[in-house]
């Protein structure tokens, strides 16, 4: 089974500040997804990524996907409070969401 | 549009009592379907999931079954609950055929086993 590490796996951070989270795999990912929940709900997609090398933006967030599709980033600028949450990367197939570990987000006002 | 409902939102039961969790999508047909189980804090671990009527494929040995009867309906049960199965559920769809779409999720079911 393939397991997708998450690092790190907590962080407390001020409003304002900078923040990359990571996600790493042994295996190629075909492509892969970010996702984001809040206490008490369901995770709600953020980003897909395919392309070796890509990445996104959503807003002050940054997606990158490794050149050899083994990891990717996630990079929030001048984080709010509103970023709150536990970040979820997710290897996807035509069927089948694999998770990984999480990492649980709080920014301080 | 499509919604995903999933009941109920908390549920308390004793060591060795029956469970039956449900979800139901709307909006939308042929559905592929899944149950996750959430530690606290932590990643989503891929229970069950089903590409169609009848077609469950289970990931990981456990007290837990699951079972598709109509199209969009997806049911997770056990016939006698441990403590172990407390936790957060979670149903999901995504639509069939197509990669790289998103997850869908309800709004989950956190069980805790007494």
């Known amino acids: 089974t393939q397991l997708l590490e998450q690092s790190p796996q907590f962080l407390s951070i001020q409003e304002g500040e900078n923040l990359t989270v990571y996600c790493n795999s042994s295996?190629?990912?075909?492509?892969l997804q970010w996702y984001r929940q809040e206490p008490g709900e369901g995770p709600v997609l953020l980003v897909t990524v395919v392309t070796g090398g890509e990445v996104k933006k959503l807003k002050r967030l940054t997606f990158q996907f490794g050149d050899a599709r083994k990891d990717s980033s996630l990079h929030i600028t001048a984080a709010q409070p509103g970023d709150t949450g536990l970040y979820l990367c997710s290897l996807t197939g035509t069927y089948k969401y694999i998770f990984g570990t999480g990492t649980r987000l709080k920014v301080l006002a | 549009s499509q919604t995903i409902h999933q009941w109920p939102a908390t549920l308390v039961q004793p060591v060795g009592s029956p469970l039956s969790l449900e979800c139901t999508v709307e909006g939308t047909s042929n559905p592929n379907l899944y149950w996750y189980r959430q530690a606290a804090g932590r990643g989503l671990q891929l229970l069950f999931y089903?590409?169609?009527?009848?077609?469950i494929s289970s990931e990981v040995p456990q007290n837990l079954s699951a079972s598709r009867p109509q199209d969009r309906q997806f049911i997770l049960s056990s016939k006698k609950l441990l403590l172990s199965d407390s936790g957060f559920y979670l149903c999901a769809w995504s639509p069939s055929g197509r990669k790289n779409t998103e997850a869908f999720f309800g709004q989950g079911t956190r069980l805790t086993v007494v």
């Open positions: 089903s590409v169609g009527i009848g077609q």
């Open positions: 295996s190629v990912f075909s492509s």
